[in-house]
């Protein structure tokens, strides 16, 4: 099939797209490693089993040049996900930059060195306690790993709510309601320690939630009764292996057997629960039924898995139930939602309601080490590492998401991304940039007074400036917008914010010929210092393409001053022109020029940028790489600008 026949046919324009964007040198072909380091980038390693077909295409082709036709042949039947990939349409977009700021979470509170490992039984006694891993898992499968990531630990509570979560399924197996489980264990923080020989004094004397180890039991007795309690383990272990979509976790005998032993606590629980008639079953149930319900318990604390696995199944809750690795469903969504509820309550011990206040997310840790946090309709993240703090909870694990929340805008209630101090991992960088800045920027160009007022409401900071560190008080000025720079101006913004060409919002006024606005800046006490390219200079028609989407057009020129040479390549497969231009005329090329953005350059004149495209002064990409003296950039620009009849 001739080539224009293949970018014809149905479909194949958006594949078209696809080879367009990751042809990075315009040549028509595409190195065959090139489509595994995409896959890579991403999150998605050549023994992911969902692309088994396309990665082994890959191997086939291994050190082979791909064009459109052998593209099309290669991709196959995993055209969409590449195309979700290569888009950016995934769960972490940005998923290279999130694992690079992961690294750097993970090496600082590798520092944190706190804590206690638990000692009660030997085999926890005796794990390094240097031991450190952290896995994360998107709901698209997206897996990142650091540290010791492929090593089994011992989950020990982790158990709890995986449990709960088995309890209720169970019920509504043989058509029973929720309330078939609360009937046993309450649904209320208890403020005690987990062990605690406390009962609800509603005058039910029900434990108070499945996270404490009295309501553990409970819910653990409420899992296949009537069964052995090894059939009841198995169960619960292929339970575990339909939310990890893989292998089922290790039994760890010697663990089992060790907690059993140490486990007089848990059995005088076990028997003031019976006593109170508060074990299923009620006055009725027999000492056979208890110890069994004991044995699981003790099991499934036992069970081993990486915190890869553990991870992965807390996608599994972030997804509403379905694991992200199968796409098969392992919970019912209601299910979900209630463990989710109980985690974010009580998860995290007698510690749970600090975490929530600080970290806002879902969270359940054992005394193993592990911690794992659930991001709804994002991700699922497990650390692993032995060292406790008072509470029983891995001092680094907790660190971990500290930094998270720190570094992210995770919190349950964090303001919308447009508003936030923090980056969202569901968005690029270069998106996250662009919704701080192109609205206000763009607003202010217009004199739209009504949504920069909506902005300002939103806590928005309407002095940010752009790539070109221009704000919004530079475009009001320019334009002569005198009721939006009242609104900057009586919001706090600073008067005289400086740009990259050493400009302020009072040289835009005079150089526009606005009298008025000249003198209410004045009126603040806009300091008049000489600055270094604040000269006047004569406006040009615009010469770049209006595409009309300012958040796609900020997020092109933000790509491109970053370097960010996936984020080029998301916007080129969505089809966003990449000589599309700003408010000001700047366009990708500019601002790569600008700030010697060599990756981007090259990128954005192999896929045929103009290169005498000038912003709204005149400049062009030529003239910014000679102000900001970028000299190889200056050179490549000047190459490609002579034509072969010139001469040397």
Same mark, same amino acid.
């Given at each position: 099939?001739?080539?224009?026949?293949?970018?014809?046919?149905?479909?194949?324009?958006?594949?078209?797209?696809?080879?367009?964007?990751?042809?990075?040198?315009?040549?028509?072909?595409?190195?065959?490693?090139?489509?595994?380091?995409?896959?890579?980038?991403?999150?998605?390693?050549?023994?992911?089993?969902?692309?088994?077909?396309?990665?082994?295409?890959?191997?086939?082709?291994?050190?082979?040049?791909?064009?459109?036709?052998?593209?099309?042949?290669?991709?196959?039947?995993?055209?969409?996900?590449?195309?979700?990939?290569?888009?950016?349409?995934?769960?972490?977009?940005?998923?290279?930059?999130?694992?690079?700021?992961?690294?750097?979470?993970?090496?600082?509170?590798?520092?944190?060195?706190?804590?206690?490992?638990?000692?009660?039984?030997?085999?926890?006694?005796?794990?390094?306690?240097?031991?450190?891993?952290?896995?994360?898992?998107?709901?698209?499968?997206?897996?990142?790993?650091?540290?010791?990531?492929?090593?089994?630990?011992?989950?020990?509570?982790?158990?709890?709510?995986?449990?709960?979560?088995?309890?209720?399924?169970?019920?509504?197996?043989?058509?029973?309601?929720?309330?078939?489980?609360?009937?046993?264990?309450?649904?209320?923080?208890?403020?005690?320690?987990?062990?605690?020989?406390?009962?609800?004094?509603?005058?039910?004397?029900?434990?108070?939630?499945?996270?404490?180890?009295?309501?553990?039991?409970?819910?653990?007795?409420?899992?296949?009764?009537?069964?052995?309690?090894?059939?009841?383990?198995?169960?619960?272990?292929?339970?575990?292996?339909?939310?990890?979509?893989?292998?089922?976790?290790?039994?760890?005998?010697?663990?089992?057997?060790?907690?059993?032993?140490?486990?007089?606590?848990?059995?005088?629980?076990?028997?003031?629960?019976?006593?109170?008639?508060?074990?299923?079953?009620?006055?009725?149930?027999?000492?056979?039924?208890?110890?069994?319900?004991?044995?699981?318990?003790?099991?499934?604390?036992?069970?081993?898995?990486?915190?890869?696995?553990?991870?992965?199944?807390?996608?599994?809750?972030?997804?509403?139930?379905?694991?992200?690795?199968?796409?098969?469903?392992?919970?019912?969504?209601?299910?979900?939602?209630?463990?989710?509820?109980?985690?974010?309550?009580?998860?995290?011990?007698?510690?749970?309601?600090?975490?929530?206040?600080?970290?806002?997310?879902?969270?359940?840790?054992?005394?193993?080490?592990?911690?794992?946090?659930?991001?709804?309709?994002?991700?699922?993240?497990?650390?692993?590492?032995?060292?406790?703090?008072?509470?029983?909870?891995?001092?680094?694990?907790?660190?971990?998401?500290?930094?998270?929340?720190?570094?992210?805008?995770?919190?349950?209630?964090?303001?919308?991304?447009?508003?936030?101090?923090?980056?969202?991992?569901?968005?690029?960088?270069?998106?996250?940039?662009?919704?701080?800045?192109?609205?206000?920027?763009?607003?202010?160009?217009?004199?739209?007074?009504?949504?920069?007022?909506? +902005?300002?409401?939103?806590? #928005?900071? *309407?002095?940010?400036? $752009?790539? &070109?560190? /221009? %704000?919004?008080? @530079? =475009?009001? !000025?320019?334009?002569?917008?005198?009721?939006?720079?009242?609104?900057?101006?009586?919001?706090?913004?600073?008067?005289?914010?400086?740009?990259?060409?050493?400009?302020?919002?009072?040289?835009?006024?005079?150089?526009?010929?606005?009298?008025?606005?000249?003198?209410?800046?004045?009126?603040?006490?806009?300091?008049?210092?000489?600055?270094?390219?604040?000269?006047?200079?004569?406006?040009?028609?615009?010469?770049?393409?209006?595409?009309?989407?300012?958040?796609?057009?900020?997020?092109?020129?933000?790509?491109?001053?970053?370097?960010?040479?996936?984020?080029?390549?998301? +916007?080129?497969?969505?089809? #966003?022109? *990449?000589?599309?231009? $700003?408010? &000001?005329? /700047? %366009?990708?090329? @500019? =601002?790569? !020029?600008?700030?010697?953005?060599?990756?981007?350059?090259?990128?954005?004149?192999?896929?045929?940028?103009?290169?005498?495209?000038?912003?709204?002064?005149?400049?062009?990409?030529?003239?910014?790489?000679?102000?900001?003296?970028?000299?190889?950039?200056?050179?490549?620009?000047?190459?490609?600008?002579?034509?072969?009849?010139?001469?040397?």
């Amino acid at each position: 099939m001739a080539m224009h026949e293949l970018q014809s046919s149905r479909g194949a324009s958006r594949i078209w797209r696809l080879f367009h964007a990751i042809d990075d040198d315009g040549d028509g072909w595409i190195e065959a490693v090139t489509l595994v380091e995409v896959l890579a980038r991403a999150g998605f390693e050549t023994d992911d089993r969902r692309l088994a077909g396309l990665f082994g295409r890959l191997a086939e082709r291994q050190g082979a040049r791909l064009d459109f036709t052998a593209f099309l042949a290669v991709l196959g039947a995993d055209s969409l996900i590449f195309e979700r990939v290569v888009r950016g349409d995934l769960a972490v977009p940005d998923f290279a930059s999130f694992a690079e700021e992961m690294a750097r979470i993970f090496a600082e509170a590798a520092a944190a060195r706190g804590g206690r490992q638990a000692r009660y039984v030997a085999p926890l006694a005796e794990v390094n306690p240097e031991r450190f891993g952290l896995a994360a898992v998107t709901v698209d499968g997206q897996i990142l790993r650091l540290g010791d990531a492929g090593v089994d630990f011992s989950i020990q509570s982790i158990c709890k709510p995986f449990n709960y979560c088995f309890a209720l399924e169970e019920q509504a197996h043989v058509g029973l309601q929720r309330d078939a489980v609360h009937r046993w264990v309450g649904m209320e923080p208890s403020g005690r320690r987990y062990d605690a020989a406390a009962l609800m004094e509603d005058g039910t004397d029900r434990p108070y939630n499945p996270m404490v180890n009295a309501g553990a039991i409970v819910t653990a007795a409420l899992i296949r009764p009537g069964e052995t309690v090894d059939e009841r383990l198995d169960r619960v272990r292929r339970l575990w292996a339909l939310l990890t979509g893989g292998d089922a976790p290790r039994l760890d005998t010697r663990m089992r057997e060790a907690e059993g032993r140490a486990g007089h606590r848990n059995r005088l629980l076990a028997r003031a629960l019976a006593e109170a008639g508060a074990m299923p079953g009620g006055p009725s149930a027999t000492p056979e039924s208890v110890g069994d319900a004991l044995g699981l318990y003790f099991g499934t604390c036992a069970l081993a898995l990486t915190v890869t696995e553990v991870a992965t199944a807390a996608a599994t809750l972030a997804n509403g139930g379905i694991c992200p690795l199968t796409r098969s469903r392992a919970l019912r969504r209601r299910t979900v939602r209630d463990c989710l509820s109980m985690m974010q309550m009580s998860g995290m011990y007698d510690g749970s309601g600090e975490f929530c206040l600080r970290i806002g997310l879902p969270a359940k840790s054992g005394v193993g080490g592990g911690i794992f946090l659930v991001v709804p309709g994002l991700m699922g993240v497990c650390v692993w590492s032995p060292r406790l703090n008072a509470h029983g909870n891995s001092v680094r694990g907790v660190r971990v998401a500290e930094l998270l929340a720190a570094r992210y805008r995770l919190h349950a209630f964090d303001p919308p991304a447009v508003s936030a101090d923090r980056p969202d991992p569901r968005l690029s960088l270069s998106a996250w940039r662009a919704a701080q800045t192109a609205r206000a920027l763009w607003a202010a160009g217009c004199g739209d007074v009504q949504t920069l007022d909506g +902005l300002l409401n939103q806590q #928005v900071d *309407l002095g940010r400036g $752009d790539y &070109d560190r /221009r %704000t919004p008080l @530079h =475009l009001a !000025a320019a334009t002569g917008h005198m009721p939006v720079i009242r609104l900057l101006l009586d919001a706090g913004v600073d008067a005289d914010p400086i740009d990259r060409w050493g400009r302020g919002p009072l040289d835009e006024a005079e150089s526009g010929g606005h009298a008025a606005v000249v003198a209410l800046l004045k009126a603040h006490a806009v300091r008049r210092d000489p600055r270094v390219g604040s000269a006047e200079r004569e406006l040009q028609p615009q010469q770049a393409l209006d595409f009309g989407d300012d958040l796609a057009v900020a997020e092109l020129l933000w790509a491109a001053a970053a370097d960010d040479l996936d984020g080029l390549r998301r +916007l080129v497969a969505r089809g #966003v022109p *990449l000589h599309a231009a $700003d408010y &000001d005329g /700047r %366009t990708a090329l @500019h =601002l790569a !020029a600008s700030e010697g953005a060599e990756r981007a350059l090259d990128y954005l004149l192999a896929h045929g940028h103009p290169i005498d495209v000038r912003d709204v002064w005149g400049a062009t990409p030529l003239d910014d790489a000679r102000r900001e003296h970028h000299d190889g950039t200056m050179a490549r620009l000047i190459a490609v600008t002579r034509s072969p009849t010139d001469p040397d």
